[in-house]
């Protein structure tokens, strides 16, 4: 990992950042935005279905939709301290033998990675600077739904973004926060055969659920 945004991934979603998150998840369950993301893919019906989620953080989505009857799961995963963290409760929880953790760039991974029937990014195309390119890998490796949670592009986001990286170039950190147009995501995904199943919305994050037109 060797891009600007790779360096600085790394060091913001370090391993108290993680650990932090984890407890709450123990504790609280998913975030909003997660749960939202998770109850509008459930609705499709999951039962027996694989799962690619790029950028998954502590796991929480394989870890529930194996509740709901996903097979099985890849997370592609660019934060070390995340793919740690994500591993070990994988294995407390007893799915260990049911995911596949890979690190690295999921843009660079690609080539690599099997297609999957659901694919997630909750909260990652807002942390990686080419859209067209992470939107349209991963796009071409769902079979059947695409889920996807990021940040709306209204005042607060567009007032939070400039203050997020002055914080991180204040803290010399490489790490950077985008906004990308919606309407472009849409477009990539239209491109892919996808078609707008369900939206939701919470004050700064937009939850939207695409399914392949037949
Ligand atoms: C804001 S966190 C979200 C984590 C988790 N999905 C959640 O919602 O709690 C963004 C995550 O995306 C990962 N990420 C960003 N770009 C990535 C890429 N190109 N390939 C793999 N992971 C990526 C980061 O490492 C980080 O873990």
């Avoid at 997020?164 to 170039?169: G, H, P, S």
């Avoid at 892919?192 to 037949?214: A, D, H, K, M, N």
Wanted: net charge positive; glycine share 6%.
């Amino acid at each position: 990992m060797i891009c600007p945004q790779c360096v600085g991934v790394e060091k913001f979603f370090d391993e108290k950042y993680a650990k932090r998150e984890l407890k709450r998840y123990q504790r609280k369950g998913p975030v909003k935005t997660t749960r939202l993301l998770i109850e509008a893919i459930r609705t499709e019906g999951v039962k027996d279905l694989s799962l690619l989620d790029i950028g998954g953080g502590i796991g929480a989505i394989p870890f529930e939709l194996f509740e709901a009857g996903v097979s099985r799961a890849t997370d592609v995963e660019a934060a070390t301290a995340y793919l740690k963290i994500a591993r070990a409760e994988a294995e407390r929880r007893g799915f260990a033998d049911r995911v596949d953790y890979r690190s690295g760039d999921f843009v660079e991974e690609a080539s690599d990675i099997d297609p999957a029937d659901i694919v997630t990014l909750d909260r990652v195309i807002c942390c990686y600077p080419d859209m067209q390119k992470l939107v349209s890998l991963s796009a071409a490796k769902a079979r059947k739904i695409y889920g996807l949670v990021y940040p709306r592009l209204n005042l607060v986001m567009r007032l939070a973004r400039p203050l997020i990286n002055l914080q991180c170039r204040i803290k010399r950190s490489p790490f950077r926060f985008y906004l990308h147009s919606p309407a472009e995501v849409d477009r990539v995904l239209r491109d892919f055969g996808f078609t707008r199943r369900c939206e939701s919305r919470t004050p700064l994050w937009q939850i939207v659920v695409f399914v392949r037109v037949e």
